[in-house]
């Protein structure tokens, strides 16, 4: 009784308040524009949202004392019921005509409200009903000035991602707000290739017992990441009791929505240390100065007010609803009261219901419409509500810590999770990232499934007879077990036989993967069909199905045998490169005074380099194609019996696989009739079909995967070749189930051992280096030598002859040059050296005879009488030189005089014609001198007179 009329009379005291407000600030001729308020006043969101909205009244009509319209508040309490809610909308419909309802506070309660307001086209505005089944496109007058819960699971799941956490729990309430976030977070967090491995649902009513239950039966599974959404008191009461049971220490991670963490500066001091180490998303408010001093205001306002509540922060809801007033005080001037009146149902009879008298408020569309168009810049930041709800594109994430919070980082749709450089205090004060799962403090051991494989290399099983324990060793065992030593955990496990130590063949893999194992760990291939029900591990071996299939003598019958062993190109290259070599050796010794070079030896120096060069390039590709032609008439006497997996399929041919195995529906799909595959168990087994044939009861090809390819091999190498891959498959790996937390964590271990040399010495101890045989892999014919392999000795012979040749031809070129000036030098000279010489000389020029020298060329001089004229004729090795001398009475003698001896120096003296010693002083005197290096076998001297 003392509750209710507390009750009554803090109503009282509301309307009271916003009744004096009103009046205080209503001008003359101002008129009153009816807007109900409903919200659950008991509550700690009613409470400062009704301090806010008073003082939201005061301000505006501060701000606008010009105003014609002043809005006249009627305050309910739904007290948290939604009846009670509906009954209060209704009231304030009929009895008030209230042209739009504040409110209501929860979800719940807006659905049957926005109903009514609906039908009587009065929009109902609600700052703290977030929920997602709520929207502006079923429910036309209902807007929300707050945001839907739907918008921050994308900031909660890349919160996740950020720190790597693969599954979560959500803890929520049982009502509409609770339960409408869930299908966007499953969404959210399957984005990431996350996912809920829990649903853990609260009653409003439920007790401090039944929810420890819950709590303990949390502790009993694997993930540590919780998601927490729900009221305050209920969430008050959940996390002082995990406090409780020891779920807030080393290890958890838990996350707590905006509804939560919106309020947490309200919060009790003894729920904030149960929080103690939470992260938690806000929607983000801009600081600002109009904001620090509304604070302060704000403060004295709610004391006084509420003398006996403890002190209380405000919060985001209390400042939705000072901007709610503002958006509603503002449309309502831009419409007027000159047309606020209601229609009147004229169907409507003296005995009908509340709900069939309601009357539609003329001006209801249009004043919706003024309320969504105005945009402005609120307290809680920019105020926009043009979609029927508030636009949010940034949230805060922050810490709770110490009893208090800071923010850590912000989320944006565009940037996703940025954190700052504040330290982040996890549950049990810890500093380490929980890595958001553990084996079970009260579960079993890790249950890892194990299975006799066909090769005991890979696995084999046994049970001790007195202890029961299983014992499993193999490659495939070992890799595992490397793999658990290398987490940066301690994980504990036991080994579950599947079906039976005997003989499992009768049963396929498909059947062991698909157990309800925390692990199945073997010779277990990562199949497509299979990923759907398991996820798979990296691989730890190579890949591929191959044929094994026996070999056979081949004799080579082939006539151009020889010419295989180079290529078309090597062919052609060498042959151009013979004759490009050839020329140039001949060019370099013709200028080189060598005009015998077809006959006799080189004796260039450029010659002999360019020779050395190309001799090199010919012993390297003679070796090469010996080698070649060696191999090809001896590797090529063995080969396989089949190369295609087709030619088996058109000559119906037997083929066989491993009992058990996919391989028998990979056969089927390639296109072989089901008659002609045969299953078989063992190693030998196989040998002994392949060794019988296709046509003796046998097979002609035995269809594997390679890594048992190479076990069979090593045994049977000299029978049989591996001929393929025909298929290419991911190799073996581990099965998970679906959303294990181990996945990616033993993928990473098996990626470090793949990487080093732990996987090659466990390979080594289960082959027992067996792999010494030289026809493990396919026989492949051996190819033909290619151009590009002898590309660098093409480009060094080129390159070699082609600067020998421009070396010797500028060599060449320079000394023709030299002797042309010098030639040119000595005629100068003869006819116009100064002195009497020169002056007799052109006088006496028809009795003049000229003595022609050669220059280091070797010669032969001869004169000859031609028509009553003396001519000198002078040959050369390199071309045939003539000069006629027609003037001068007598030659009366020509010496030219070649020297026999290396380094010996010539001399050629010509003596002019005339009768007497004077004639002969006065005619010119030619000495020359001329160094000979070549042969004393090519150089001749001789005297003619004539």
């Given at each position: 009784?003392?509750?209710?009329?507390?009750?009554?009379?803090?109503?009282?005291?509301?309307?009271?308040?916003?009744?004096?407000?009103?009046?205080?600030?209503?001008?003359?001729?101002?008129?009153?524009?009816?807007?109900?308020?409903?919200?659950?006043?008991?509550?700690?969101?009613?409470?400062?949202?009704?301090?806010?909205?008073?003082?939201?009244?005061?301000?505006?009509?501060?701000?606008?004392?010009?105003?014609?319209?002043?809005?006249?508040?009627?305050?309910?309490?739904?007290?948290?019921?939604?009846?009670r809610a509906a009954s209060a909308a209704l009231d304030l419909l009929e009895n008030y005509n209230v042209q739009a309802i504040i409110g209501p506070q929860k979800s719940s309660q807006a659905v049957f409200v926005s109903e009514l307001g609906s039908r009587s086209h009065v929009p109902v505005i609600s700052f703290s009903a977030t929920s997602p089944s709520l929207s502006h496109s079923?429910?036309?007058?209902?807007?929300?000035?707050?945001?839907?819960?739907?918008?921050?699971?994308?900031?909660?799941?890349?919160?996740?991602?950020?720190?790597?956490?693969?599954?979560?729990?959500?803890?929520?309430?049982?009502?509409?707000?609770?339960?409408?976030?869930?299908?966007?977070?499953?969404?959210?967090?399957?984005?990431?290739?996350?996912?809920?491995?829990?649903?853990?649902?609260?009653?409003?009513?439920?007790?401090?017992?039944?929810?420890?239950?819950?709590?303990?039966?949390?502790?009993?599974?694997?993930?540590?990441?919780?998601?927490?959404?729900?009221?305050?008191?209920?969430?008050?009461?959940?996390?002082?009791?995990?406090?409780?049971?020891?779920?807030?220490?080393?290890?958890?991670?838990?996350?707590?929505?905006?509804?939560f963490s919106n309020l947490i500066g309200s919060m009790s001091p003894s729920v904030l240390e149960a929080v103690d180490g939470a992260l938690g998303v806000q929607f983000?408010?801009?600081?600002?100065?109009?904001?620090?001093?509304?604070?302060?205001?704000?403060?004295?306002?709610?004391?006084?007010?509420?003398?006996?509540?403890?002190?209380?922060?405000?919060?985001?809801?209390?400042?939705?609803?000072?901007?709610?007033?503002?958006?509603?005080?503002?449309?309502?001037?831009?419409?007027?009261?000159?047309?606020?009146?209601?229609?009147?149902?004229?169907?409507?009879?003296?005995?009908?219901?509340?709900?069939?008298?309601?009357?539609?408020?003329?001006?209801?569309?249009?004043?919706?419409?003024?309320?969504?168009?105005?945009?402005?810049?609120?307290?809680?930041?920019?105020?926009?509500?043009?979609?029927?709800?508030?636009?949010?594109?940034?949230?805060?994430?922050?810490?709770?810590?110490?009893?208090?919070?800071?923010?850590?980082?912000?989320?944006?749709?565009?940037?996703?999770?940025?954190?700052?450089?504040?330290p982040i205090t996890w549950p049990g004060g810890s500093t380490e990232i929980p890595k958001g799962w553990e084996v079970p403090v009260r579960g079993t051991k890790l249950q890892v499934g194990v299975r006799n494989s066909g090769y005991p290399e890979f696995m084999t099983v046994s049970q001790d007879p007195l202890t029961g324990a299983i014992k499993a060793t193999g490659l495939s065992i070992d890799v595992f077990e490397e793999a658990v030593k290398r987490l940066p955990y301690a994980l504990p496990y036991e080994y579950v036989v599947f079906d039976t130590l005997r003989d499992t063949s009768i049963r396929n893999y498909d059947d062991f993967v698909y157990q309800n194992y925390d692990a199945a760990i073997g010779d277990i291939t990562i199949r497509y069909n299979r990923s759907f029900y398991v996820d798979f591990t990296l691989p730890y071996t190579e890949s591929g199905v191959a044929m094994v299939v026996p070999v056979k003598a081949v004799e080579n019958k082939s006539t151009w045998i020889i010419a295989k062993p180079l290529s078309k190109g090597l062919w052609f290259g060498s042959i151009a490169l013979f004759i490009g070599t050839g020329f140039v050796v001949w060019v370099l010794e013709f200028i080189s005074g060598n005009e015998d070079v077809g006959e006799d030896k080189v004796k260039g120096f450029l010659s002999r380099i360019v020779l050395l060069v190309w001799l090199f390039f010919l012993l390297v590709l003679t070796s090469s194609y010996t080698a070649s032609l060696a191999s090809m008439l001896t590797v090529q006497q063995l080969q396989p019996t089949v190369t295609d997996v087709h030619e088996l399929i058109k000559s119906k041919e037997y083929v066989g696989y491993r009992r058990g195995s996919y391989i028998k529906g990979l056969l089927e799909e390639i296109g072989f009739d089901s008659s002609k595959i045969k299953p078989y168990d063992t190693p030998e087994d196989f040998h002994n079909a392949l060794s019988s044939g296709s046509k003796n009861g046998g097979i002609?090809?035995?269809?594997?995967?390679?890594?048992?390819?190479?076990?069979?091999?090593?045994?049977?190498?000299?029978?049989?070749?591996?001929?393929?891959?025909?298929?290419?498959?991911?190799?073996?790996?581990?099965?998970?189930?679906?959303?294990?937390?181990?996945?990616?964590?033993?993928?990473?271990?098996?990626?470090?051992?793949?990487?080093?040399?732990?996987?090659?010495?466990?390979?080594?101890?289960?082959?027992?280096?067996?792999?010494?045989?030289?026809?493990?892999?396919?026989?492949?014919?051996?190819?033909?030598?290619?151009?590009?392999?002898?590309?660098?000795?093409?480009?060094?012979?080129?390159?070699?002859?082609?600067?020998?040749?421009?070396?010797?031809?500028?060599?060449?070129?320079?000394?023709?040059?030299?002797?042309s000036n010098s030639m040119n030098g000595d005629n100068d000279h003869h006819q116009g050296g100064d002195g009497p010489g020169g002056q007799d000389q052109g006088q006496n020029r028809p009795n003049e005879a000229e003595v022609m020298q050669q220059n280091e060329t070797e010669g032969d001089i001869r004169q000859v009488d031609d028509q009553g004229g003396r001519r000198q004729e002078i040959e050369y090795q390199h071309g045939v030189g003539r000069r006629d001398i027609e003037h001068g009475n007598e030659i009366r003698a020509v010496q030219l005089q070649l020297g026999n001896m290396s380094g010996q120096p010539n001399w050629a003296m010509t003596l002019g014609s005339g009768s007497s010693s004077a004639d002969a002083a006065a005619n010119r005197s030619i000495l020359k001198h001329r160094g000979s290096a070549g042969s004393s076998n090519h150089h001749r001297a001789k005297t003619m007179i004539y």
């Open positions: 009784m003392a509750k209710a009329m507390s009750t009554l009379l803090m109503i009282l005291f509301f309307f009271l308040v916003f009744h004096s407000a009103a009046a205080q600030n209503a001008a003359p001729g101002g008129e009153k524009f009816h807007i109900g308020v409903i919200l659950d006043t008991e509550t700690l969101v009613g409470k400062t949202a009704l301090t806010s909205i008073a003082l939201a009244m005061e301000d505006f009509y501060a701000a606008h004392p010009s105003y014609r319209t002043r809005l006249e508040l009627h305050v309910r309490n739904a007290s948290g019921d939604d009846v079923s429910l036309p007058y209902f807007v929300r000035a707050t945001l839907n819960d739907s918008a921050q699971v994308n900031s909660i799941a890349s919160l996740m991602k950020f720190y790597g956490w693969r599954e979560a729990v959500p803890i929520y309430e049982d009502t509409d707000y609770g339960r409408g976030i869930i299908p966007y977070l499953v969404d959210a967090l399957q984005g990431i290739n996350a996912h809920v491995s829990y649903r853990s649902v609260i009653s409003r009513t439920a007790t401090a017992d039944q929810i420890i239950s819950e709590l303990y039966k949390l502790m009993t599974m694997q993930t540590r990441v919780f998601v927490v959404h729900m009221n305050l008191n209920l969430a008050s009461v959940l996390f002082t009791k995990a406090n409780e049971v020891g779920m807030m220490t080393k290890g958890y991670a838990w996350i707590i929505t905006d509804g983000y408010v801009p600081e600002s100065v109009k904001l620090d001093k509304f604070s302060i205001r704000w403060n004295k306002r709610f004391e006084i007010d509420h003398p006996n509540d403890p002190p209380s922060k405000l919060n985001l809801f209390a400042l939705w609803g000072y901007d709610v007033v503002w958006a509603v005080a503002t449309a309502a001037e831009k419409i007027g009261v000159a047309d606020n009146a209601s229609i009147q149902n004229p169907n409507v009879q003296k005995d009908s219901t509340s709900l069939e008298r309601l009357k539609p408020f003329a001006n209801g569309k249009k004043f919706l419409n003024t309320i969504l168009q105005n945009k402005f810049r609120g307290l809680s930041g920019n105020f926009d509500l043009s979609d029927g709800h508030l636009q949010a594109s940034t949230f805060r994430i922050i810490n709770v810590a110490r009893k208090q919070w800071q923010q850590i980082g912000v989320w944006t749709a565009r940037n996703g999770v940025s954190l700052q450089l504040n002609a090809a035995l269809v594997h995967e390679v890594p048992y390819i190479k076990l069979f091999l090593a045994e049977h190498c000299k029978e049989h070749t591996m001929v393929g891959p025909i298929y290419k498959t991911a190799g073996f790996g581990f099965a998970f189930p679906k959303g294990s937390p181990l996945l990616g964590d033993i993928s990473k271990a098996i990626l470090n051992i793949s990487g080093g040399d732990t996987i090659i010495q466990i390979e080594k101890k289960w082959s027992a280096d067996r792999n010494d045989c030289q026809n493990m892999g396919p026989i492949d014919e051996p190819g033909s030598l290619t151009f590009e392999s002898f590309r660098g000795l093409f480009i060094i012979t080129g390159v070699v002859s082609g600067c020998s040749l421009y070396i010797g031809l500028c060599i060449f070129l320079c000394k023709r040059r030299h002797r």
